[in-house]
Nanobody, 127 residues
Framework: VQLQASGGGLVQAGGSLRLSCAAS???????????MGWFRQAPGKEREFVAA????????YYADSVKGRFTISRDNAKNTVYLQMNSLKPEDTAVYYC??????????????????WGQGTQVTVSS
């Protein structure tokens, strides 16, 4: 089981980035069976919810701090989930982690509901 996150980097405030998370392994043989989420952790802070998407992609949730700026999506044919981040702010600077629920299509904002985690990708937004 592997979740490989990519797409992070350094961007100026107001800019955009798109994160990707590719899932592989037996657990993800039917990727649409797994709800997915993105979380982030800034230095000295706890990991926090960013966005989540149901197995079919029909239900999404967002943290209030990113609503209207970030969009989560998924391509089940490619076993990949995306996070499009627009209008980035310095306070968005963090390590971003993708996460998967094992055998549940239901999206949730709760960190402890996710069973598998990627390695994280750094997003740095300069002012």
């Amino acid at each position: 089981v592997q979740l490989q996150a990519s797409g992070g980097g350094l961007v100026q405030a107001g800019g955009s980035l798109r994160l990707s998370c590719a899932a592989s392994g037996r657990t993800f043989s039917t990727f649409s069976s797994n709800a997915m989420g993105w979380f982030r952790q800034a230095p000295g802070k706890e990991r926090e919810f960013v966005a989540a998407i149901s197995g079919s992609g029909g239900v999404t949730y967002y943290a209030d701090s990113v609503k209207g700026r970030f969009t989560i999506s998924r391509d089940n044919a490619k076993n990949t989930v995306y996070l499009q981040m627009n209008s980035l702010k310095p306070e968005d600077t963090a390590v971003y982690y993708c996460a998967a629920r094992a055998g549940s299509v239901r999206a949730t904002t709760t960190l402890n509901s996710y069973d598998y985690w990627g390695q994280g990708t750094q997003v740095t937004v300069s002012s």
